[in-house]
């Protein structure tokens, strides 16, 4: 299946343009000094917060669904003018069959928090409408006019990977001829209080894979792609200018702990070796891997020993982590990593593991006991691959969330 359109909002800003040159500029979303501070002050950790998101104005039609998490919804739905290339083909298929399947974490809890503190009145909510985990599917079907299969998946930090496997399904069993795909999650105090309380948040900005990373920073995201078969002669017909297939995806439940990944990341390997087994490739053909990197100790040392466990010699593969741009978004982690990936791809630079400074000399110590120090590169800028250098043809995005619930998407660039 290809990707034919995509769209993203972050605090990195909104649609490709500003988000790529975010990555290649290493310009980070994460501040210590956001709104959202003002309601944690009790919490010193840098965020990831949409600018101006309470600002989104939804069509009088879909003012029940109001909440932080459908305005994010909404403003991603817009963006690259996404919304409109799902009705060209809601007018070419029928609006019967167009799927959509989302990922969510939080939904909007965000608004039942306010009624409880009184920021909001009782008669201006509606829990089914913000709150209960299948909203986000509900409204964004309503917002397109979708009438095809849709639900939600909440896998923690994997959901919206997930959906990839959903979408590959529906589309293979020609249940549907497009689907949308993607993930929204929205900052909270239950998610900011939930993840400090485990000791997992960081007071200085998060620096994956380095040997003073010691938590994560939490970021929101909203994040949405058009799927689809591009040789279909009806899309086609549409000049959907695709340049990147998903050729695997894999998945895995180890259920090892209920917040810990197993420490050699058995759950992980299982998940990228079965997206390469899908797209007939070995790990020595994967050129990019988008590491889950959440900057915990437990997660980057167990993903590192997972992928050491899976490279040789032959691999030349470029690793990073780019949750130093746009922090942890959780549920919306998939699809922002993935639609990162798409993009690198599409403009061939490998995004930088920001804030990087000292490589933790046990991971170090993890690739090199593989002998795959010289195959693994960690960049920690950046880098535009010129002419003379290979192209990037294989891309996977690697998210893994709670009670171990893992997933890896394999992207290709297509005429590479």
């Known amino acids: 299946m290809h990707i034919l359109a995509s769209s993203l909002v972050s605090s990195l800003g909104s649609g490709k343009i500003e988000h790529v040159n975010a990555l290649l500029n290493g310009t980070t979303g994460l501040s210590s000094k956001m709104p959202f501070h003002s309601k944690i002050s009790e919490i010193e950790t840098y965020l990831g917060e949409v600018k101006q998101l309470e600002d989104i104005q939804l069509p009088s039609e879909l003012l029940s669904f109001h909440c932080r998490n459908n305005q994010l919804a909404w403003q991603a739905l817009q963006s690259n003018g996404f919304a409109q290339k799902v009705q060209r083909l809601i007018k070419r298929f029928g609006a019967q069959r167009i799927g959509l399947v989302v990922g969510t974490s939080t939904s909007g809890i965000m608004a039942t928090e306010e009624v409880f503190s009184g920021e ?137 702990h209920i917040s810990s990944p197993h420490p050699e990341g058995k759950g992980a390997q299982l998940a990228m070796l079965s997206a390469m087994e899908q797209a007939g490739i070995s790990i020595d053909d994967v050129d990019y891997i988008n590491l889950h990197g959440t900057a915990t100790s437990s997660n980057d040392i167990s993903e590192i020993s997972a992928i050491s466990h899976l490279v040789n010699l032959n691999s030349q593969i470029w690793i990073s982590s780019t949750k130093g741009f746009v922090g942890h978004t959780l549920g919306a982690a998939g699809i922002t990593e993935i639609i990162f990936c798409q993009w690198a791809l599409e403009e061939q630079f490998v995004p930088a593991n920001l804030n990087l400074e000292q490589l933790d000399p ?55």
């Open 362 to 416: 046990v991971l170090a110590l993890k690739l090199e006991s593989e002998l795959a120090a010289k195959s693994v590169k960690v960049p920690l800028k950046s880098e535009s691959l010129t002419t003379e250098q290979p192209k990037m043809i294989y891309a996977m995005s690697n998210s893994f969330g709670f009670g171990g619930n893992n997933a890896s998407v394999l992207l290709k660039k297509e005429g590479a």
């Open 120 to 256: 909001l009145a009782h008669e201006d909510y509606d829990y089914e409408k913000t709150d209960q985990m299948g909203v986000l599917a509900q409204f964004c079907c309503e917002a397109l006019n979708i009438q095809g299969p849709s639900f939600v998946i909440s896998t923690a930090c994997s959901s919206s990977a997930k959906v990839f496997s959903v979408a590959q399904r529906w589309l293979n069993a020609n249940i549907v001829d497009v689907v949308v795909a993607g993930g929204v999650d929205t900052l909270c105090l239950t998610t900011v209080h939930g993840f400090n309380a485990l000791g997992l948040v960081s007071k200085n900005i998060c620096k994956p894979l380095d040997v003073q990373r010691d938590g994560i920073s939490i970021g929101e995201a909203g994040g949405f792609v058009l799927l689809g078969d591009k040789h279909n002669k009806h899309i086609m017909s549409e000049n959907f200018e695709s340049l990147v297939e998903v050729v695997g995806v894999g998945e895995s439940s180890d259920a090892y």
